[in-house]
Nanobody, 123 residues
């Protein structure tokens, strides 16, 4: 089970930190990903992290503003979002990929999804 939290309302230029807590059989997870979906748009890759080793990948649209990290002891992945822009407004989802050892940018690569948390950035 994945539980995403931390969404809310922020002003442009502000920050939010999203959390994704993993439990259950997800102990075997290999890659955790973050995606977002804005109204009327498809699901977009934001970033991902390999559970083992901690290497990360970020979409070009968020590089330099967002970072991904993990806390093994808490089985939690974080998405730190700084310098937020109105175009970052979306529902943010975390997901787990049990099959790959590299971060995939494709939603279909991920096996299990959290329920999403809404991020709204005002101008």
């Amino acid at each position: 089970q994945l539980q995403a939290s931390g969404g809310g309302l922020a002003q442009a230029g502000g920050s939010l930190r999203l959390s994704c807590a993993a439990s259950g059989r997800l102990f075997s997870r290999l890659v955790m990903g973050w995606f977002r979906q804005a109204p009327g748009k498809g699901r977009e890759f934001v970033g991902g992290i390999r559970w083992s080793g901690g290497s990360t990948a970020l979409a070009d649209s968020v590089k330099g503003r967002f970072t991904i990290s993990r806390d093994n002891a808490k089985n939690t992945v974080y998405l730190q979002m700084n310098s937020l822009k109105p175009e970052d407004t979306a529902i943010y989802y975390c997901a787990v990929d049990f099959s790959r050892v590299v971060v995939s940018t494709l939603p279909n690569s991920y096996d299990h999804w959290g329920q999403g948390t809404l991020v709204t950035v005002s101008s």
